[in-house]
């Protein structure tokens, strides 16, 4: 996983910017957008910042069972108590979200979700955000124009410049979605504990406590066109 550590709230306010004016016109016509607005503003303070503290201890976690597949117990141990302190650090970064696993994706796409809709636990927990990458809509037909200039946007996301990506989505007429990966983070803090635990004595189950960290991770998607869209058109009614 890259770390990106960048504001998705910064990302949907300059691809709003940047949105052309048709699309304005077109949104200003939707009867709902007061509605729509407040449920982006919600999905823009749940997702907003990615813990780098949280990718850093998932990405030890992972070394740490392969450590222990290659028999590095030493070097397992090591990895597994950096990625306790991580986590402990992440718990502080206010990143974390509040959601039902229900609400989030198994996997990165929204035709998964939609087959999969009601599983998992309906109560709410806190979510650490791990990771998160821009992805081509699933409406859109794949073309290697279109999948270069996501490709494109997700390089300036990870050097920090949101405008310049926003801005390659626009000139590119690209409908993208946001995908954020993350994990339950008190879930994952006692796996990583229990990890720690049987290390000493029992690497299997050690081995078997991370790899139900990693199975933990779940997705949630926005909109970053559609969202922009909505928004513009607000800023145009409200004139």
Do not use: C
Not at 132 to 137: A, Q, T
Not at 166 to 176: P, Q, T
């Amino acid at each position: 996983m890259k770390k990106t550590g960048m504001l998705l709230g910064a990302l949907l306010a300059a691809t709003t910017a940047v949105a052309p004016a048709w699309a304005q016109q077109q949104a200003a016509s939707t009867a709902a957008v007061p509605a729509t607005n407040a449920a982006t503003a919600a999905a823009t303070q749940d997702f907003g910042r990615l813990s780098d503290d949280g990718n850093t201890a998932f990405e030890e976690l992972m070394l740490a069972r392969r450590a222990i597949f290659d028999g590095d117990l030493k070097g397992a141990k090591t990895l597994i108590t950096s990625a306790q302190q991580a986590l402990d650090r992440a718990r502080a970064d206010n990143t974390a979200f509040q959601k039902a696993e229900a609400e989030l994706m198994p996997v990165k796409t929204k035709q998964a979700q939609t087959a999969k809709k009601g599983t998992g636990s309906t109560t709410p927990v806190a979510w650490l955000p791990i990771d998160g990458e821009l992805v081509l809509d699933e409406t859109v037909e794949p073309t290697t124009e279109k999948s270069a200039a996501v490709a494109a946007a997700n390089r300036h996301l990870r050097a920090g410049d949101p405008d310049r990506a926003s801005e390659v989505l626009k000139v590119s007429g690209v409908d993208a979605d946001y995908v954020i990966a993350a994990v339950p983070l008190e879930q994952t803090r006692q796996d990583v504990n229990h990890a720690a635990e049987f290390i000493k004595n029992d690497p299997y189950k050690a081995s078997e406590a991370l790899r139900d960290a990693e199975n933990s991770v779940r997705y949630a998607s926005v909109d970053i066109q559609a969202v922009s869209h909505q928004q513009a058109a607000s800023g145009n009614t409200s004139k």
